[in-house]
Nanobody, 121 residues
Framework: QVQLVESGGGLVQAGGSLRVSCAAS????MAWFRQAPGKEREFVSAIHWSGGRTYYADSVKGRFTISRDNAKNTVYLQMNSLKAEDTAVYYC??????????????????WGQGTQVTVSS
């Protein structure tokens, strides 16, 4: 069992930046998802612990950066140029399989409690 604990959400103005963190008790393949009110959960970004290969949704490419600190077992999501449509609860997720589609939330075993990110326009 892997425990995931997010932190770092908050309120920011449009155009601003925010960083969210996810501390893990292990090193599964890690991803960030988000869910806005009335919408389905959607993939944001993912990263491999080994090698650091990254993945991004088109909607955040060029604005968000995912990274990891292997020594701290922590994954970060740096969010720049935030827009009102980025407002959502952000969840980190983990899984052991690496062959399934990274955007498929049903393939992730472990989930954090979520952290609210609100972007005011």
């Amino acid at each position: 069992q892997v425990q995931l604990v997010e932190s770092g959400g908050g309120l920011v103005q449009a155009g601003g930046s925010l960083r969210v963190s996810c501390a893990a008790s292990g090193r599964p393949f890690m991803a960030w998802f988000r869910q806005a009110p009335g919408k389905e959960r959607e993939f944001v970004s993912a990263i491999h612990w080994s090698g650091g290969r990254t993945y991004y949704a088109d909607s955040v490419k060029g604005r968000f950066t995912i990274s990891r600190d292997n020594a701290k077992n922590t994954v970060y999501l740096q969010m720049n140029s935030l827009k009102a449509e980025d407002t959502a609860v952000y969840y980190c997720a983990g899984r052991w399989i690496t062959t399934a589609q990274v955007v498929d939330s049903s393939t992730y075993l472990y989930w954090g409690q979520g952290t609210q990110v609100t972007v005011s326009s």
